[in-house]
Nanobody
């Protein structure tokens, strides 16, 4: 069993930055694939960024490439999402998810979920 706890959401102006953190327990964080998803009101949950099991390869959704960075601190059992140049359409509840597989990009593949952290972007 893996538990995920997110933190770092809040209010930010458009063009600003915010850092989200996800702390995992129950399994070494480099032994699971971890991803961030987001869900805006009335929309489906979408993939934002992921970091692969073992080697830590990263991948991003098209809408955040070049602006968001996902990273991993194995010693802290933490995955961080650095969000720069935030846009109003980036306002959503951001969820950390994990699965015991190499990569994670699909909501349906996610086995573990955090409670979510809300990001509000003012224009």
């Amino acid at each position: 069993q893996v538990q995920l706890v997110e933190s770092g959401g809040g209010l930010v102006q458009a063009g600003g930055s915010l850092r989200l953190s996800c702390v995992a327990s129950g399994r070494p964080i480099n032994n699971i694939a971890v991803a961030w998803f987001r869900q805006a009101p009335g929309k489906e949950r979408e993939f934002v960024a992921g970091i692969s099991r073992i080697f830590g390869n990263t991948n991003y959704g098209d809408s955040v490439k070049g602006r968001f960075t996902i990273s991993r601190d194995i010693a802290k059992s933490m995955v961080t999402l650095q969000m720069n140049s935030l846009k109003p359409e980036g306002a959503a509840v951001y969820y950390c998810a994990a699965a015991p597989q190499i990569n994670l990009r699909q909501v349906s593949d996610s086995q573990y979920w955090g409670q979510g952290t809300k990001v509000t972007v003012s224009s």
